[in-house]
């Protein structure tokens, strides 16, 4: 068989000792079914002291305020409920974001509503006070028109800004490059329409300041857009207005992959493969978006960078030191100049380290004659664990049940196939190399998937049972575990006053 190429997960504690406890995370499989979730809530009040920290480094105030939709999950909205309020609040994408956020705690003051908005979500935000992330002029305009109507008091608003301009860049000097396109916001250059509203609905709204969020991992186009928010900011003061905010949004990035060099050793193979001087590294072939045209390597690898060296609050602290391209100094410098509070939404990087995914073996069998390769199915589908769906490519742990048998020694290739009967369910389309060939009746240990990938894409397809999702916390040695929704921020889990 060829050398196995890793893609070992980066685990750091109490996620990593969580995964050395195999007979507690088997009884939890045991008890509650494949597959299951298990999440970590003190994980994420730790991250959120992580992205403070680097607050308090470039002396900004402001607030994190935690992107809901990467998980669905009540235990960590109800722990990050308990931190600081003038410190963290919420970001809620829908209205029933919005009512599970309110009813973990959350007052509306911590609460921002992003993303598309309709009447019913926009009338409880306005209600409960929350700040109010709006798309266009023409939100602005149907959120003054509910104010109105419903006697309501002035809703904070932060208006999104898009389509950023850069002065350089690969067009050549002088030429104008707009940020990718986003169906989200409102273009810079296309100000003036928000501004009139803005000042027109000044008896419903108050302007608080400007948002924007790139779905990008560039560090040098976010701090563009950082001083251009800046700026226009400058133009409303002067014009009498009083933004005092700006919310850059989230995309601060997660490591998945734990060795820079096993990332590199992957993806130069997969274009080898690709290439054909070498055998497959997926399922048919499949080249995550490369081609082969004519013994040259064509298309963008839709992956994840799963090594990165510089994630979350790292990746923050970086945009924060980075100087603004026209204004020369630091981003954190501009935003202290103008006694701009920052706020920021991160998901994915709140929740890194925050849970992990588990999913019984039920059966192994060779894949073929020649490859050397097995069939591993698991008791779970490609919608319960979405990391494939992300393009997050990383190992999974292997959890054996028992002792391990001789001959089961030496690594090898495995596809991991789901519970679905259909042939594209596969768990990842990548040949994922195991330390030993499993057997039925193991656990795969899918480290790192609070963010989007436990919940996201989860369906009841074939009536295939949904994961349950369960809170687990370290008591000296051993773990205590309750259901997510049980838990709540005020005992030790299983009871014990706290
Ligand atoms: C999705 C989203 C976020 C969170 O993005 P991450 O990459 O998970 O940090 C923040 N703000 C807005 C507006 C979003 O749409």
């Known amino acids: 068989m060829d050398a196995p190429l890793y893609l070992r997960p980066r685990v750091d504690p109490p996620l990593a000792s969580l995964l050395t406890d195999r007979p507690f995370l088997h009884s939890l499989v045991d008890a509650l079914g494949s597959p299951l979730n298990v999440l970590l809530p003190e994980a994420v009040a730790e991250n959120a002291a992580r992205f403070r920290a680097v607050y308090r480094r470039h002396r900004l105030t402001g607030r994190v305020y935690f992107a809901h939709k990467a998980n669905r999950s009540s235990a960590l909205v109800r722990r990050l409920a308990t931190e600081d309020p003038a410190a963290v609040g919420v970001d809620v994408a829908s209205l029933e974001e919005l009512k599970h956020v309110l009813g973990c705690g959350f007052t509306g003051d911590r609460i921002m ?272 664990m979405s990391l494939e769906e992300h393009g997050v490519l990383v190992d999974p742990v292997l959890l054996p049940r028992g002792e391990t048998a001789p001959g089961d020694e030496g690594p090898v290739g495995v596809h991991l196939t789901g519970n679905l009967c259909l042939e594209g369910d596969l768990i990842t389309r990548r040949i994922v190399f195991l330390p030993r060939l499993p057997h039925a009746g193991d656990l795969l240990a899918f480290a790192n998937t609070a963010g989007y990938a436990m919940d996201f894409h989860a369906h009841h397809a074939q009536r295939q049972p949904l994961a349950r999702t369960v809170a687990v916390e370290g008591q000296g040695d051993s773990w205590r575990w309750c259901p997510d929704e049980d838990y709540w921020p005020i005992t030790a889990l299983g009871g014990t006053p706290g």
């Open 113 to 384: 509503a992003t993303g598309p908005k309709d009447a019913a979500f926009l009338w409880l935000a306005a209600r409960v006070g929350a700040t109010v992330n709006v798309d266009s002029p023409g939100e602005l305009e149907r959120l003054s028109g509910l104010v109105r109507t419903h006697g309501l008091g002035r809703v904070s608003v932060l208006v999104r800004l898009a389509g950023f301009e850069s002065a350089s860049g690969h067009g050549g000097a002088g030429t104008r490059l707009l940020s990718r396109r986003s169906r989200f916001g409102t273009p810079v250059r296309e100000t003036e329409s928000v501004l009139s509203v803005l000042e027109r609905c000044a008896d419903a709204v108050e302007f608080t300041g400007a948002a924007y969020h790139l779905d990008t991992t560039g560090v040098e186009e976010k701090a563009r857009a950082l001083e251009q928010c800046v700026l226009f900011m400058d133009e409303c003061r002067a014009r009498g207005l009083a933004p005092r905010a700006l919310d850059i949004g989230g995309g601060f990035g997660v490591g998945y992959v734990a060795e820079a060099e096993e990332w590199e050793r992957w993806t130069t193979a997969l274009t080898e493969a690709v290439l054909g001087v070498r055998p497959p590294l997926t399922w048919r072939g499949h080249g995550y978006g490369l081609h082969n045209e004519g013994g040259t390597v064509r298309g963008a690898a839709a992956l994840y960078p799963a090594h990165r060296p510089s994630a979350g609050p790292g990746y923050l602290d970086e945009l924060l030191s980075l100087p603004a391209p026209v204004l020369g100094r630091p981003s954190a410098t501009l935003l202290l100049e103008h006694l701009h509070d920052l706020y920021i939404e991160p998901g994915r990087s709140l929740v890194d380290q925050c849970g992990l995914s588990l999913a019984r073996v039920l059966d192994v069998r060779p894949a073929d004659s020649d490859s050397g390769h097995h069939l591993v199915r698991l008791g779970m589908n490609a919608g319960d």
